[in-house]
């Protein structure tokens, strides 16, 4: 099993900044892509960025040139930089680690954005 705990979402003015953190514990061997979703209610989860294990980023098209994925392997964290946020960012973001197996998923953190 692989834990994710999420920290770092809160409430922020359009055009603000946040900063969300996903710390993994556990069996962590394996892991290659760690990621970042978002999910609002009565939508399906989309994919915010993502990373793989040699650091390779892809990000979705809402979210690009404003928002950068990190992650520490050592420390064993991912890390979402979000700037220039926009009332649509609203949403629960959601970490997700995958090995050949499964995805894991953190809990959630709730970001909204106040215009």
């Known amino acids: 099993q692989v834990q994710l705990v999420e920290s770092g979402g809160g409430l922020v003015q359009a055009g603000g900044s946040l900063r969300l953190s996903c710390v993994a514990s556990?069996?962590?061997?394996?892991?290659?892509?760690m990621a970042w979703y978002r999910q609002v209610p009565g939508n399906q989860r989309e994919l915010v960025a993502q990373?793989?294990?040699?650091?390779?980023?892809d990000y979705g098209d809402t979210v690009k040139g404003r928002f950068t994925i990190s992650r520490d392997n050592a420390r064993n964290r991912v890390a979402l930089q979000m700037n220039g946020l926009k009332p649509e960012d609203t949403a629960v973001y959601y970490c997700?680690?995958?090995?050949?197996?499964?995805?894991?998923w953190g809990k959630g953190t709730l970001v909204t954005v106040s215009s």
């Open positions: 990373i793989n294990s040699a650091g390779r980023t």
């Open positions: 556990g069996n962590i061997f394996g892991i290659s892509i």
């Open positions: 997700n680690a995958r090995n050949a197996i499964r995805d894991y």
